[in-house]
């Protein structure tokens, strides 16, 4: 069985998988795409019984590995993906293959690369035989990102081999890729709770589809989703009250704080997520803008630094030309990071469904 997810941007009824193709589609005008996450799985959730304190997450790991000859994870060493393996491994579930893919070259030292792999993590998968580190390289960023038009092959302007899973040499149509997506983002508004994913939340592995996101957002298991989302508010109120007033509440919401890093840490462990020993990843990813970590000028100085000027140049030329083509897009950060969109909401408690362009009907 090949698995394709029910993941989309529609532009005028259209579907794309790739959000380029949709803002194409758009030229000329000043409509905005609109991304589809499994809407028809979650248009139809009411009714839906969720064990408070069932384990959803391994009934999920039996049935995809029931139903998938070809089942890979994609692990970072984060709370997520570990996660992931330490329940497949508790319960003897093997994954055919587990993919480390690096953000830098094997011969550069930076944080986000030394946080993926530590000798505890080895350790771990020291009897997993499809356990392999694929390394980022010049030769590859080359090959990629020197073809005319290289955002129409992976969907994001990401450097790294997790944002361009389709273009990896272990790249297989017919696997299924695990991917740890992602923790829930909850809004309380005019006293009700609601679920939602803006799309930047979930962004990595968007346009391929045999990449699964793991943690609810798929046909297969939505209690997922629900059942961490409620656990979200339940702790949310129980630290600090019901709130007064709209607020949005998810793991990196005291970014920039001095509370930020327990509360991650205690929002981690309150959905029952592993963490890595002495790993800080989900901690020190959280503190500063992708576009200015590992998602962008850190690779583009990289490169500089290593001769290929040329490329990091024109890396940013194209990205330039993709903010002036656009212009309706709203930009967190130009010109590395497109300002999220909702697809929908479901309310946490009748498990209603509403489409992501109403928020103005529960704000």
């Known amino acids: 069985m090949q698995y394709k997810c029910n993941r989309y941007y529609i532009a005028f009824g259209k579907k794309f998988r790739n959000i380029w193709r949709a803002y194409d589609e758009l030229i000329g005008t000043v409509h905005d795409v609109e991304p589809y996450i499994e809407n028809a799985t979650f248009e139809n959730l009411q009714g839906l019984r969720v064990d408070p304190y069932r384990d959803y997450e391994v009934d999920l790991l039996k049935d995809l590995r029931s139903r998938f000859t070809n089942l890979n994870l994609l692990y970072s060493g984060g709370v997520d993906s570990h996660t992931i393996a330490v329940k497949a491994k508790q319960n003897n579930l093997q994954f055919d293959r587990t993919l480390v893919l690096k953000q830098f070259s094997e011969h550069h030292d930076h944080k986000i690369d030394t946080s993926?792999?530590?000798?505890?993590?080895?350790?771990?998968?020291?009897?997993?035989?499809?356990?392999?580190?694929?390394?980022?390289?010049k030769d590859w960023i080359r090959r990629v990102f020197k073809n005319k038009e290289w955002w129409y092959t992976g969907g994001d302007t990401d450097t790294a081999p997790i944002g361009q899973v389709a273009q990896l040499d272990v790249y297989d149509e017919d696997s299924v890729y695990v991917v740890g997506e992602e923790k829930p983002t909850i809004l309380?508004?005019?006293?009700?709770?609601?679920?939602?994913?803006?799309?930047?939340?979930?962004?990595?592995?968007?346009?391929?589809?045999?990449?699964?996101?793991?943690?609810?957002?798929?046909?297969?298991?939505p209690e997922i989703l629900i059942q961490h989302a409620r656990k979200t508010r339940d702790f949310y109120v129980g630290k600090f009250g019901e709130p007064t007033e709209t607020k949005w509440i998810h793991y990196k919401m005291f970014t920039g704080t001095p509370e930020s890093d327990d509360f991650i840490r205690q929002f981690n462990a309150n959905l029952g997520r592993y963490t890595v020993p002495d790993n800080n990843h989900d901690v020190e990813q959280a503190h500063v803008p992708p576009a200015i970590s590992h998602r962008g000028i850190a690779r583009l100085n990289d490169l500089c630094q290593t001769g290929d000027m040329d490329?990091?140049?024109?890396?940013?030329?194209?990205?330039?030309?993709?903010?002036?083509?656009?212009?309706?897009?709203?930009?967190?950060?130009?010109?590395?990071?497109?300002?999220?969109?909702?697809?929908?909401?479901?309310?946490?408690?009748?498990?209603?469904?509403?489409?992501?362009?109403?928020?103005?009907?529960?704000?």
């Open 188 to 221: 309380y508004s005019k006293g009700e709770w609601w679920i939602t994913f803006p799309n930047t939340m979930i962004n990595t592995c968007w346009s391929v589809p045999n990449c699964l996101f793991f943690y609810g957002l798929n046909e297969f298991c």
């Open 116 to 137: 993926h792999v530590i000798p505890y993590v080895t350790d771990f998968f020291k009897d997993d035989p499809g356990f392999e580190i694929v390394y980022n390289s």
């Open 311 to 363: 490329l990091a140049m024109q890396l940013l030329k194209d990205c330039n030309a993709l903010y002036h083509k656009h212009p309706q897009i709203q930009w967190e950060f130009p010109p590395f990071e497109i300002k999220g969109r909702t697809p929908w909401f479901v309310n946490l408690d009748s498990l209603e469904f509403l489409p992501g362009d109403q928020i103005g009907a529960i704000t």
